[in-house]
């Protein structure tokens, strides 16, 4: 469970600093069109942060509580006061349903759709992510070209996959770069990465058992 948190922090923690960094290119980038590149970024990172940042952050702080078993639920440790204190993070600025409607509805759409599409491709450069990148262009496709309804059925589905991905892409990276932290890379490459296709079937299902 502690490598599970901690696989799971780096990469939370990588994504917030690219969209953060994307955020600064936007405003005080060199040129005009690398401010739009940036911008753009930060349009199609931002509700992936917040959304899958903060959901992973209610099940760490479980998994918290969990590590400390009965001494944590009986406030011994303090740590049952995170799992209640994180769990408006998902609420506020904008509920986590709220922005992977954005992502799909809007973010997935800009310039048709090759924003996203640059992106994925940038990841597929990486090393082990083939699997993982060849689900989340095909889910980006099948979003692309379904009706609205059924876009937004599986929008949930799609920002996890959408970031349990660039978490994969973030450890790839730094497998290479910080060998101190391979550990944690390696867990995240192996144990977590490959959930990434299991969610495509959900993407994918459309609105209709909604509608029942």
Same mark, same amino acid.
């Not at 799992?83 to 509920?95: C, F, M, N």
């Not at 959408?162 to 450890?171: E, I, N, P």
């Given at each position: 469970? #502690?490598?599970?948190?901690?696989?799971?922090?780096? /990469?939370? +923690?990588?994504?917030?600093?690219?969209?953060?960094?994307?955020?600064?290119?936007?405003?005080?980038?060199?040129?005009?069109?690398?401010?739009a590149a940036g911008q753009e970024l930060a349009d199609l990172l931002t509700p992936?942060?917040?959304?899958?940042? %903060?959901?992973?952050?209610?099940?760490? %702080?479980?998994?918290?509580?969990?590590?400390?078993?009965?001494?944590?639920?009986?406030?011994?440790?303090?740590?049952?006061?995170?799992? +209640?204190?994180?769990? !408006? /993070?998902?609420?506020?600025?904008? %509920?986590?349903?709220?922005?992977?409607?954005?992502?799909?509805?809007?973010?997935?759409?800009?310039?048709?759709?090759?924003?996203?599409?640059?992106? !994925?491709?940038?990841?597929?450069?990486?090393?082990? $992510?083939a699997d993982a990148t060849a689900a989340l262009r095909e889910a980006s496709e099948w979003l692309l070209a379904a009706?609205?309804?059924?876009?937004?059925?599986?929008?949930?589905?799609?920002? +996890?996959?959408?970031? %349990?991905? #660039?978490?994969?892409?973030?450890?790839?990276?730094? $497998?290479? /770069?910080?060998?101190?932290?391979?550990?944690?890379?390696?867990?995240?490459?192996?144990?977590?990465?490959?959930?990434?296709?299991? #969610?495509?079937?959900?993407?994918?299902?459309?609105?209709?058992?909604?509608?029942?």
């Amino acid at each position: 469970m #502690l490598m599970h948190m901690r696989s799971h922090i780096d /990469a939370m +923690r990588m994504l917030v600093y690219t969209n953060a960094r994307a955020l600064d290119q936007a405003k005080h980038g060199p040129s005009a069109s690398e401010q739009a590149a940036g911008q753009e970024l930060a349009d199609l990172l931002t509700p992936v942060t917040k959304a899958w940042c %903060t959901d992973l952050g209610s099940e760490l %702080t479980r998994l918290g509580t969990q590590v400390h078993g009965g001494m944590g639920y009986i406030e011994e440790t303090g740590t049952a006061q995170f799992e +209640r204190d994180i769990r !408006i /993070a998902a609420i506020y600025e904008g %509920t986590n349903g709220i922005q992977a409607a954005d992502l799909v509805g809007r973010k997935l759409r800009m310039r048709g759709g090759a924003a996203v599409m640059d992106l !994925i491709a940038t990841m597929e450069k990486s090393v082990g $992510l083939a699997d993982a990148t060849a689900a989340l262009r095909e889910a980006s496709e099948w979003l692309l070209a379904a009706p609205m309804e059924d876009a937004l059925a599986g929008s949930t589905p799609y920002l +996890r996959m959408f970031g %349990t991905v #660039l978490g994969g892409w973030f450890h790839a990276r730094q $497998l290479a /770069a910080d060998p101190s932290r391979a550990a944690a890379s390696r867990y995240y490459l192996e144990q977590v990465l490959p959930q990434a296709r299991g #969610l495509l079937p959900a993407v994918v299902a459309g609105a209709a058992a909604l509608s029942s």
